[in-house]
């Protein structure tokens, strides 16, 4: 294969994933009838079809395995989603709403979840952890929780930039406070790198 015809599909399955994200965000918020399996297809027998090639090029092997790493992550909370809707209860990506109309509550204040990183790539069932959380706290006070996407690049952004300023871990911390979600991180001193 060419360098600029690996180029094009690695750009092609880029597109494909950003599609395929949407797609099950919308089924998810219920505005598609049925999961997009067909986008889920293609995806699939794209990275299938670069998998089991030979990519010469360092940054293109990196650049896929990038990718590949990002749809492996999708798929297992999208199928995590998936099983909970089936079995009728709140998951990663879906909320039950009651038959009964809510009364109008403040959620009490409270520490919802604490995570520490030192590489948030390598600590995913962390930090999928950590995104039902801050998901679950946002919906309680009537908010939507983050693309998972967006919530793991500003994690893995963080625990970089603080990393770069000497701390070798990270926390990250999901509460409820005046009725509002704050989620933050500080870096954790005194850690052995």
Same mark, same amino acid.
């Given at each position: 294969?060419?360098?600029?015809?690996?180029?094009?599909?690695? !750009? &092609?399955? @880029?597109?494909?994933? /950003? %599609?395929?994200?949407?797609? #099950?965000?919308?089924?998810?918020?219920? *505005?598609?009838?049925?999961?997009?399996?067909?986008?889920? !297809? &293609?995806? @699939?027998?794209?990275? /299938? %079809?670069?998998?089991?090639? #030979?990519?010469?090029?360092?940054?293109? *092997?990196?650049?896929?395995?990038?990718?590949?790493?990002?749809?492996?992550?999708?798929?297992?909370?999208?199928?995590?989603?998936?099983?909970?809707?089936?079995?009728?209860?709140?998951?990663?990506?879906?909320?039950?709403?009651?038959?009964?109309?809510?009364?109008?509550?403040?959620?009490?204040?409270?520490?919802?979840?604490?995570?520490?990183?030192?590489?948030?790539?390598?600590?995913?069932?962390?930090?999928?952890?950590?995104?039902?959380?801050?998901?679950?706290?946002?919906?309680?006070?009537?908010?939507?929780?983050?693309?998972?996407?967006?919530?793991?690049?500003?994690?893995?952004?963080?625990?970089?930039?603080?990393?770069?300023?000497?701390?070798?871990?990270?926390?990250?911390?999901?509460?409820?406070?005046?009725?509002?979600?704050?989620?933050?991180?500080?870096?954790?001193?005194?850690?052995?790198?």
């Amino acid at each position: 294969m060419s360098r600029i015809t690996i180029d094009k599909d690695l !750009t &092609r399955l @880029e597109g494909e994933l /950003k %599609q395929l994200e949407a797609e #099950y965000n919308m089924y998810f918020s219920g *505005r598609l009838p049925r999961p997009p399996w067909e986008t889920r !297809t &293609r995806v @699939e027998n794209l990275v /299938k %079809q670069y998998d089991r090639a #030979y990519i010469t090029n360092t940054g293109d *092997r990196f650049r896929f395995s990038t990718l590949q790493h990002r749809f492996a992550t999708f798929i297992d909370l999208w199928d995590k989603g998936l099983r909970a809707k089936e079995e009728g209860r709140p998951g990663p990506l879906t909320h039950i709403r009651s038959k009964e109309p809510e009364r109008q509550k403040r959620p009490e204040d409270r520490i919802v979840h604490v995570a520490a990183f030192r590489d948030p790539v390598r600590e995913i069932d962390k930090l999928t952890d950590l995104y039902e959380s801050l998901a679950e706290a946002r919906r309680e006070v009537g908010g939507d929780a983050p693309p998972f996407h967006k919530f793991a690049e500003l994690v893995k952004n963080q625990v970089e930039k603080l990393r770069e300023a000497g701390t070798p871990e990270v926390a990250f911390r999901v509460a409820v406070k005046d009725g509002k979600v704050s989620f933050t991180a500080r870096g954790l001193k005194g850690v052995d790198d």
